[in-house]
């Protein structure tokens, strides 16, 4: 059996040893569940002052393009992205269909969400984040709102942005 002396040295090592491993995991934890930082991706066509993209729903064109799908440049690779969806208008009965797609490199594309909206005028909603895909070059974030058939969507105004998180 060990001295007095001895014992307590011993109990006093093992309690600062069980603290410094308490503390570093505490760290190592905090480090590890850390937030991602996120970057606003720039719009295609924007004026590169601002990331954030206001527009409102038109009808179909017979010739030409809508403005439904707003695209955004993914200058570098993410681990997640994220898209935010603003209503600056709204009618109470109209349902609005809003889709995301990520696009890559070779050409492909892969819809992250698709879903019909009747948001309050000032409310927002964040889709993701999504996990990038592993093995794809992702080059643009695709935002799609469209007017569907419903004539009530007409006119509706929103903003929206995208994010990438590392």
């Known amino acids: 059996m060990p001295?007095?002396?001895?014992?307590?040295?011993i109990l006093k090592a093992s309690t600062l040893l069980a603290a410094s491993l308490t503390v570093g995991v505490g760290v190592a934890g905090l480090s590890a569940n850390a937030a991602p930082t996120c970057t606003?991706?720039?719009?295609?066509?924007?004026?590169?002052?601002?990331?954030?993209?206001?527009?409102s729903v038109g009808r179909g064109k017979l010739i030409g393009n809508t403005n439904w799908n707003t695209d955004f440049f993914v200058s570098q690779p993410y681990t997640s992205y994220k898209f935010f969806f603003t209503a600056n208008s709204s009618d109470a009965k109209?349902?609005?269909?809003?889709?995301?797609?990520?696009?890559f490199s070779d050409g492909s594309n892969l819809q992250m969400f698709n879903t019909l909206m009747n948001p309050p005028m000032g409310t927002g909603k964040m889709f993701g984040p999504f996990a990038a895909v592993?093995?794809?070059?992702?080059?643009?974030?695709?935002?799609?709102?469209?007017a569907s058939n419903d004539p009530g969507a007409l006119g509706f105004s929103y903003r929206i942005s995208v994010q990438g998180c590392r």
């Not at 001295?3 to 307590?8: G, R, T």
């Not at 295609?44 to 954030?52: D, K, L």
């Not at 109209?94 to 696009?103: D, F, I, R, S």
């Open 3 to 9: 001295s007095a002396p001895l014992a307590s040295a």
């Open 40 to 55: 606003f991706l720039q719009p295609v066509g924007g004026n590169g002052t601002s990331p954030i993209v206001s527009k």
């Open 94 to 103: 109209a349902q609005y269909p809003v889709e995301g797609y990520m696009k």
């Open 134 to 146: 592993p093995g794809k070059q992702t080059t643009q974030m695709n935002f799609k709102v469209g």
